[in-house]
């Protein structure tokens, strides 16, 4: 996730920083303009479309029903899955998922399964052979920075607009008829980068080919933590860490704001 | 295949339409930040997003031809693009068509400028239903002019079916599904010439000869949408530049 | 499939051409020599050796048993599997099928699944639950043109004249009976490619190599057209299109009789 | 996740342990002949060699970087490192954690030395007991130094974690599988930075300062302890060649 | 894995063999017209096809040797070639008798003649009923020199084994099945040595040396068929070219 | 399984080789030190360190229930497998066995299964229904030469240590109760490399890289030979072959000994 930029840019970036603005004139905890559509894929059971910026992602949802695995055979099966198609950016390849990928979609997969955000015990059919089984497919479609974050957001999204078709006593589908998922919370991943001491939200694909160091900060509405990811490169002290919480949990609430309202027009 | 379907009902298809009819289509111009060139269309209930790249230096460079650059096409279809989810990944169906595309594309791009390099088409369907190909190939078209990609002409591209006997254009996915042939064509307007041309099912020679003529019509309006999407794009962006 | 041949040989091959001449003396309609040998690989429960001039191909059909596809339960399945082996040519490799082999099995599959001339319907051992399995594998040995033909004609006669274990109702196998495959047309392919304006029949490698452009039709016996593919450069209009249809029923006819006579020989 | 599990008796945890309190350590060092440098790793449960190759020639080539070396990090469980065996080969877990190790190693190399090369760290779990990426960047990190790899400072790894409400260190099995939050990290001594911190569970603010406080206690701890590993295996050896 | 069979009625073997008898072989020079040298082998129920391709420069290009050439060789069974369909593409015991294969070969080539090449063998099973691997590599030598490769000697390779305590020559399906061991062996026979030599089962040292004997035996009679095939071979272009 | 070394170090071994010396110092029939250590990873049922020279390797043991192959439905299911990990040699890389670590795999498999030192038939629960399933993992942790003597001893020693959870009569786990594996025999290979007419046993990685020839010879506790394989270059005559049996079988009693002892003290 990486671009080449000349030291020149690097430079000039960072003089900018120090008279405290961005390149793209943005202050340091602004967004870039942030879309949210959602339904866009009607053939999934959810989907959310999330451009923030230029960046576009789409993420699906589909349900199926199957055996629970053995350790949990209380709850339903959820597996997210993440492409970094070719599509998105000149440095994308075809081919299996690679190291990227498979963080992203690892790192969203824990954003949604430790906060708690869907109530997989309500997925189970009957305990110990049939559960509700949840995909979630995550498509980069431009690639311009902040990928965690798109991606966070389509995800939780698409899942709280997902209708799964419902389903009788002995599991057969009642033709028509639609249930929402159980859906307990709006976890909202927010990342920051720093570069040169400064500390900014929401990363501009060229602020990433710059940065000292990245980092996810993931909140709830009850203001909790729910997790948190490092980048792969750099070191943070401590009290950054703790400011850039309190900053998450400002920035998490107005996406949960947005987000809320997206959910009440679908209904 | 066959199911009991009326597919004609007082002389129009399943979906309302005309034989002669196709569904409705919207092309959008430049759609990605990153990409050199792209679309996106919208055709009856498909969904579809086409980037291209280049011409850069050809990957792996074995590839490289010493005489024009090479046209790489892909078609992947979304897991969430169809009812039951798709295995992630390619298949065996999208690299069979993005063989097709490239023979579709290939004939009307004019790749000798760009010795080593290559042209790169990558098709997303994020919502199907029948006709991706065709729909794929139109976009890609599009999406290759926005890139500046030097081209004789635009490649429009239409399946012709039968269904209950009849030759009609555009299939739906009943159609597809349960009707007797189905002919996706790619037409090179100015050469008068199909670039795509596939057949599975069940067709006389009159019966054919009938689909490429229907087929044949329904790439010209589809040609039509293409140059009026590239249109309104360049006058638009005139516009703001001034 | 391509191979490289000079311009030199390109302009050579084109203006014999125009005398009406093909490279190897054959009229414009001539197939190559054709061998087909039924039963070569006795293990498998049908086969057929192909060679059309140097090409050769095999094709082996296998049955075993198992579950319908969930939206085709009363159907058989049916699967085919090509490998352009590095045996073959000095350009095949080894590994994963490529785009070429899978093109090719896909054609030869959709040949003859789409023109019904298997009746996938009487595979059926208990509806949704048990049905026949084929499998059709085609090995190229020897590859000097024209591989659609050689291999659509292989998996026809191997399907032909395939034998299967015999079943009693229950399903099992009854020691030492064999049937034969539900057959009910027999298509075949024709592929021919446009040099220069002119349109020719069964294309060695040479001329493949310089080719404009190429199609392939396939035809049954009541005159229909079940199959067409145009190949992966060039273009054609519509006249030629109809014409190399007309020829494509000739020359159908005529391999048909060939493979009747080899089918009645078997019996 | 959390179970019915009682954490804490008379003020000590399941294994006896205070809060604060690490699991034992053992680490020897250069136990492999072929590598460039080696270590072993006995962490509680926990049993992992580590194996350092280079600096050599980046390989494939796109890798490699005009002004520096390039760090890999593999980290691998044989398939009988756990109860239920694992599918041997590479897993998604195993190369998330090879991500993260990277990231918490290279802060702290010099690799501005030696351009176009790459350095490679395998990490090897033979017994997995909670915590193995943190006990294999702690290994890693001591391998590195043997191998000669310049380097700022060495950089020690330790878990900090919630349980029954209570921040405690380096969870073992039973807290790691249902605790309530696991906050693996791994610390630049010197500059007083995390350059490991990864976080899955439920934290509040104050918690997670807490948190951060021990774990850095037990980083130091652990750095003593790669430390002494370093220095006993030179003081053998000169000793050895004097 | 021994079964109640009887191996041996009136002195006669199975399939009526004597002990020290060859099952029936056939070899064929130059059966395709792609490959640089080929040969086609059907010996007792086996259907082997065999392919050369080189010297050619070798492919990827650090499998290169500065001082000679290297031998590829791939064996591969046709999904067909067995009773119960095999999955298509390479298994692990492909890649195994691949190795073997190019083991038993190798000493009897001159490949310092060529170096940075490689000379690639096929072998190509149609199909299978016992001794695969001593019939590939006694095609596989006649391919090569038909493909005019430099070599020392050509390599015959025949199995001897056990069955019913008793040491025999060329195991059938049922004796490889079911009887006590199987020792397939390759032989130089100007330099008199055993360059394939497998064996799984249960030899003491006397049967050891007996079917080592016997085996010996074996391959020098399928020496004398690959002369011939060549020998018939070339007098037949011999005459055809006059 | 080759490292470069120069013609000068072929020499120098083979010059000292013809007074009778290997480089190293060692008889041509010692063994390096040989360590065995068993029980090393604990989570496994059975496992066992073992290092010869600078050899080092770790075979696990693991036992699962499944079902049995159809075509051996009174034996439990058997399956060995080797990584030879980037860890163990600059040489090795990472990513799907190669053709050396799949024969490595496949020659310790067979030296067990058809040694017959495991009685398959005791791992059946209920017949062509549910049998206990045994994988063997080789992990190759440092290459110095000779790995099919430390993967070989350090498979047999494994199995023989596996303690596998006890059931009862209907196949449930007994909690708390352990069975061993039902051990037959003790098969142990030998491996010997020829350089210029020498015969040396237990080859170091600089003799295997000026090795003319190698073989294999697994012999068992009664004398018998149950598995041969020579290695990928060079070949043997009948006289060298015989010769390096007979010194097999001593080399073989000294280990199986030494692994007795093993077994003794872990009881």
């Known amino acids: 996730m990486s671009s080449v930029l000349s030291d020149i840019k690097k430079d000039y970036i960072i003089s900018l920083l120090k008279t405290g603005k961005r390149e793209d004139g943005r202050g340091f905890d602004d967004t870039r303009n ?13 989907s959310c479309f999330v451009q ?26 959820f597996t997210t899955n993440a492409e970094l198609i070719p599509m998105a950016s000149p440095d994308f390849e075809a081919g299996p998922p ?64 997902t209708k799964m078709p419902a389903l009788d006593e002995e599991g057969n589908k009642i033709e028509g008829e ?58 943070f002290k401590k009290e950054e860490i703790l400011d850039i919480v309190r900053r998450s949990k400002i920035k998490g609430d107005e996406i949960r704001s947005l987000l809320n309202e997206k959910f009440s027009e679908m209904r | 295949m066959e199911k009991d379907i009326k597919f004609f009902i007082d002389g129009k298809r399943i979906d309302g339409r005309a034989k002669d009819e196709l569904r409705p289509i919207k092309i959008e111009v430049g759609v990605l930040k990153r990409a050199d060139g792209s679309s996106y269309i919208e055709w009856g209930g498909n969904k579809i997003f086409c980037a291209v790249y280049g011409p850069r230096e050809a990957y792996p460079r ?34 069979e068509i993005g063989k097709v595309t490239q023979g579709a594309l290939e004939p009307a791009l004019i790749l000798e400028n760009f010795p080593k390099c290559m042209v790169e088409v990558n098709i997303e369907v994020i919502q199907a239903s029948a006709g991706t190909r065709c729909a794929g190939i139109t976009a890609a078209s599009v999406a290759l002019a926005n890139a500046g990609i030097p081209m004789k002409e635009l490649v429009p591209a239409c399946a012709a079916g039968k269904v209950d006997d009849q030759i009609v254009l555009d299939l739906c996915k009943e159609e597809d599904n349960y009707g007797q042939a189905d002919l996706p064509l790619a037409l090179l307007p100015r050469k008068n010439e199909f670039s795509l041309l596939q057949m599975d099912g069940d067709l006389s020679e009159e019966q054919l000869e009938e689909a490429l003529d229907l087929g044949r019509k329904g790439c010209l309006e589809v040609f039509e949408i293409q140059k009026q ?14």
């Open chain 1, 34 to 46: 942030i879309k949210i559509e959602l339904g866009i894929a009607s053939k999934a059971n959810g």
């Open chain 1, 52 to 77: 923030i910026g230029d960046t576009k992602v789409i993420a699906g949802v589909q349900c199926e029903m199957g055996e629970p695995f053995p350790d949990t055979p209380n709850q339903g099966v």
């Open chain 1, 98 to 161: 690679r190291e990227d990928a498979i963080e992203l979609a690892r790192i969203v997969d824990r954003g949604i399964r430790e906060s708690g955000a869907v109530d997989f015990q309500k997925l189970v059919i009957k305990e110990g052979e049939l559960v509700r089984v949840l995909f979630v497919d995550l498509h980069i479609m431009d690639y311009n920075g902040n990928l965690f974050d798109a991606c966070g957001i389509a995800a939780i999204a698409a899942l709280h607009s």
């Open chain 1, 178 to 235: 639609f249930v929402s998922l159980p859906m307990k919370k709006i976890p909202i991943p927010c990342t920051y980068v720093k570069i040169a001491d400064s500390i900014l939200y929401d990363p501009s694909i060229e602020e990433e080919a710059v940065m000292d160091s990245r980092i996810t900060v993931t909140t709830e509405d009850s203001g909790k933590i729910s997790a948190m990811q490092k980048g792969d490169v750099g070191s």
């Open chain 2, 62 to 95: 074995f590839l490289q031809k010493s005489d024009r650059a090479i046209l790489k096409c892909r078609y992947n279809m979304a897991s969430f693009a169809v009812e039951e989810r798709k295995r992630p990944g390619p298949s065996r169906r999208g690299v």
């Open chain 2, 229 to 242: 999407a590239l249109k309104k794009k360049y006058i638009t962006e005139d516009v703001l530049n001034e």
